[in-house]
């Protein structure tokens, strides 16, 4: 089970760092990711972390902004986002994807749990 939180409303150029916490089997054994969806939009990936925390995979809209990190000893991945902009407006989900895989992912079909989405609305 993977719980989102941290999201909300900023104006540009400011900042929120979300969070989602698992429960359940070894957090370690799963790679994260950070995504999501516009409306009228499909789901993309914004960021992605290794299982050991690693290695990370950013889009090319939030490289330089936003920041995935890990801990598995609080079974917690973080997303840290920095000098939002309105375009990134969007509800953001958390996926758990176990794998025996290091590298981290941006496949949304390979990820196998999904938290409930925190909505980060960021105005101009």
């Known amino acids: 089970q993977l719980q989102a939180s941290g999201g909300g409303l900023v104006q540009a150029g400011g900042s929120l760092r979300l969070s989602c916490a698992a429960s359940?089997?070894?957090?370690?054994?799963?790679?994260m990711g950070w995504f999501r969806q516009a409306p009228g939009k499909e789901r993309e990936c914004v960021a992605a972390?290794?299982?050991?925390?690693?290695?990370?995979y950013y889009a090319d809209s939030v490289k330089g902004r936003f920041t995935i990190s890990r801990d598995n000893a609080k079974n917690t991945v973080y997303l840290q986002m920095n000098s939002l902009k309105p375009e990134d407006t969007a509800v953001y989900y958390c996926?758990?994807?176990?794998?025996?895989?290091?590298?981290?992912?941006?496949?949304?079909?390979?990820?196998?749990?999904w938290g409930q989405g925190t909505l980060v609305t960021v105005s101009s």
């Open positions: 996926g758990a994807d176990f794998t025996y895989t290091e590298d981290p992912t941006s496949a949304r079909t390979s990820y196998d749990y």
């Open positions: 359940g089997r070894t957090f370690s054994v799963y790679r």
């Open positions: 972390v290794s299982r050991s925390g690693g290695r990370t």
